[in-house]
């Protein structure tokens, strides 16, 4: 198995009396997909904030690429090449695909270079060249972002989030809404950015985390309640139990 870049380590939160997160310990590994799926309210999505520095845990630690980053404020966990794509639209849909992306990665070019019109970096149009290639949307590069399809506007949003340069991308549901045929795009981008990206995903849709993650790990009531490849976790009867049903 490849490296490890993400550690988490028995982290935990309480909302008032509500254990939201309770020493939950995990490891994510370069260029894998790695998932984490659960019933409604089970901590997913509470997890991610407190990986990716939204909310602070209580206890436990969260090392990413060797350093430990538990505590430290979401921008500075973002520099570090932790990116995460939002579940509310991060987009400007008055722009093109093509600025956005610029926007995103230009925020990455060194301090100057803010400074010069958009249409003067190369590297900059090089990058956005590639970013959409990497999510399928060259043929949509001119059309402003309120015309694009919602699962669209959601690739735009992973490859706003790669224009960080991340190792690593937080994905929340990434396929929440979208059609059958979205769906399916989606799931072809998320195994093709695998190769050069560690991806965690939180997804409701098993089919697709059973088919292109190479970890699961089991959410329940705030608590890991199993991990394993997608073939033991699909066959472990607590899971089935709890959350995949059919007993
Ligand atoms: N900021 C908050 N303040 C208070 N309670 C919260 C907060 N965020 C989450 N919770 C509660 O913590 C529990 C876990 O919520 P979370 O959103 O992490 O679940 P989830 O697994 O992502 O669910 P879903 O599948 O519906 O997205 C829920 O009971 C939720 O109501
Ligand atoms: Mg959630």
Same mark, same amino acid.
């Given at each position: 198995?490849?490296?490890?870049?993400?550690?988490?380590?028995?982290?935990?939160?309480?909302?008032?009396?509500?254990?939201?997160?309770?020493?939950?310990?995990?490891?994510?590994?370069?260029?894998?997909?790695?998932?984490?799926?659960?019933?409604?309210?089970?901590?997913?999505?509470?997890?991610?904030?407190?990986?990716?520095?939204?909310?602070?845990?209580?206890?436990?630690?969260?090392?990413?690429?060797?350093?430990?980053?538990?505590?430290?404020?979401?921008?500075?966990?973002?520099?570090?090449?932790? $990116?995460?794509?939002? #579940?509310?639209? !991060? /987009?400007?849909?008055? @722009?093109?695909?093509? &600025?956005?992306? =610029? +926007?995103?990665?230009?925020?990455?070019?060194?301090?100057?270079?803010?400074?010069?019109?958009?249409?003067?970096?190369?590297?900059?149009?090089?990058?956005?060249?590639?970013?959409?290639?990497?999510? $399928?949307?060259?043929? #949509?590069?001119? !059309? /402003?972002?309120?015309? @694009?399809?919602?699962? &669209?506007?959601? =690739? +735009?949003?992973?490859?706003?989030?790669?224009?960080?340069?991340?190792?690593?991308?937080?994905?929340?549901?990434?396929?929440?809404?979208?059609?059958?045929?979205?769906?399916?795009?989606?799931?072809?981008?998320?195994?093709?950015?695998?190769?050069?990206?560690?991806?965690? @995903?939180?997804?409701?849709?098993?089919?697709?985390?059973?088919?292109?993650?190479?970890?699961?790990?089991?959410?329940?009531?705030?608590?890991?309640?199993?991990?394993?490849?997608?073939?033991?976790?699909?066959?472990?009867?607590?899971?089935?139990?709890?959350?995949?049903?059919?007993?």
């Amino acid at each position: 198995m490849s490296e490890s870049i993400l550690r988490v380590d028995e982290v935990s939160v309480s909302f008032g009396g509500l254990r939201a997160v309770e020493g939950v310990s995990f490891e994510a590994h370069r260029c894998s997909v790695t998932s984490v799926i659960g019933p409604n309210g089970a901590g997913k999505s509470t997890l991610f904030n407190l990986i990716s520095g939204a909310i602070r845990p209580q206890s436990g630690r969260v090392v990413f690429d060797g350093r430990d980053i538990t505590g430290l404020p979401p921008n500075r966990i973002c520099r570090m090449g932790l $990116a995460r794509s939002f #579940q509310i639209s !991060n /987009l400007f849909f008055d @722009l093109t695909v093509q &600025e956005n992306l =610029r +926007l995103a990665c230009q925020v990455n070019e060194p301090g100057r270079r803010l400074l010069l019109p958009l249409a003067f970096s190369k590297e900059v149009d090089a990058k956005v060249d590639a970013l959409l290639d990497r999510v $399928a949307l060259e043929s #949509q590069r001119m !059309n /402003l972002v309120g015309n @694009l399809s919602h699962g &669209e506007q959601r =690739r +735009l949003e992973i490859a706003v989030a790669l224009g960080s340069e991340p190792g690593m991308l937080l994905l929340d549901e990434p396929t929440q809404g979208m059609s059958h045929g979205d769906t399916e795009d989606t799931k072809r981008t998320i195994q093709d950015l695998s190769r050069s990206v560690a991806v965690l @995903l939180v997804e409701h849709d098993i089919e697709l985390v059973m088919g292109i993650s190479d970890w699961v790990v089991v959410m329940h009531q705030g608590k890991k309640l199993a991990e394993g490849d997608p073939d033991t976790v699909r066959a472990n009867r607590a899971v089935r139990e709890a959350y995949l049903g059919g007993g």
